[in-house]
């Protein structure tokens, strides 16, 4: 089965560093989710790219949050600097998108469990 | 605002028995709705989508409903097995070309043997 894979499953760093998350989608799938998900908040959209390109990022601090696709096989998550309440899991989702955006399933990795000391 | 609301609850029934979950929602008129499965340290998983226009949905021992004037989704289990005992997630789509998803906290289900 295809699998969406995520790296690294778990981090722990202090407050300050740089922090990033990959994710290697779906090959095919041409469109990837990011979010982030607390016991607090649940699961939440932090940003989305189709064909590579960012579609919506509303959901993320844009002064410490930014998220990039090198290419069609990576995307990035990076926070700089990290803080405590950043901590949380953050999940990487792909689906490959024709004419609607919005019937797909959507695959997730099984996240990147992420501590803010 | 948007909102999704699932029993914050966890839903303890006894093997053999159906699961019923519920999701309700609020200021949103989703032109689909999905739920998804949720295993302790993994990602979700996607179990069932239904449109507006449809009633219920089946698959294998699932069956979701969907009624769009109680704003309402049951999402049931049958002949409940241990191996269901997971959080279950209930999700929203907007109507529109946005692909954005709205995600409910989810339930919890402990299936007993």
């Known amino acids: 089965d295809a699998r969406v894979t995520q790296t690294p499953r778990h981090k722990v760093t202090e407050m300050g560093q740089e922090v990033t998350m990959r994710c290697q989608p779906i090959?095919?799938?041409?469109?990837v989710f990011w979010y982030r998900q607390t016991m607090m908040q649940g699961l939440e959209l932090l940003a989305y790219?189709?064909?590579?390109?960012?579609?919506?990022d509303s959901g993320m601090p844009k002064d410490r949050f930014s998220a990039e696709m090198p290419d069609a096989t990576l995307a990035t998550l990076k926070i700089q600097p990290s803080e405590p309440r950043d901590s949380a899991v953050y999940f990487c989702?792909?689906?490959?998108?024709?004419?609607?955006?919005?019937?797909?399933?959507?695959?997730f990795g099984d996240g990147t469990r992420l501590s803010i000391l | 605002s948007q909102k999704i609301e699932q029993n914050s609850e966890a839903l303890n029934i006894q093997e053999g028995k159906t699961a019923t979950l519920t999701c309700n929602y609020t200021?949103?008129?989703?032109?689909?709705l999905q739920w998804y499965r949720q295993d302790p340290g993994r990602g979700p998983v996607f179990l069932l989508l239904?449109?507006?226009?449809?009633k219920e949905k089946r698959k294998e021992r699932l069956k979701v409903t969907f009624d769009t004037t109680l704003k309402q989704s049951l999402f049931h289990i049958t002949a409940s097995q241990p191996a269901d005992s997971a959080t279950y997630l209930c999700?929203?789509?907007?109507?529109?070309?946005?692909?954005?998803?709205?995600f409910g906290q989810g339930t919890t289900l402990q299936v007993k043997p």
């Open positions: 989702a792909s689906v490959w998108t024709g004419g609607s955006l919005v019937m797909e399933p959507q695959h």
């Open positions: 239904i449109r507006e226009n449809e």
């Open positions: 790219f189709r064909n590579r390109a960012p579609l919506d």
């Open positions: 999700v929203l789509h907007g109507s529109g070309n946005t692909g954005k998803l709205i």
């Open positions: 090959l095919g799938h041409n469109t």
């Open positions: 200021n949103y008129s989703p032109a689909y």
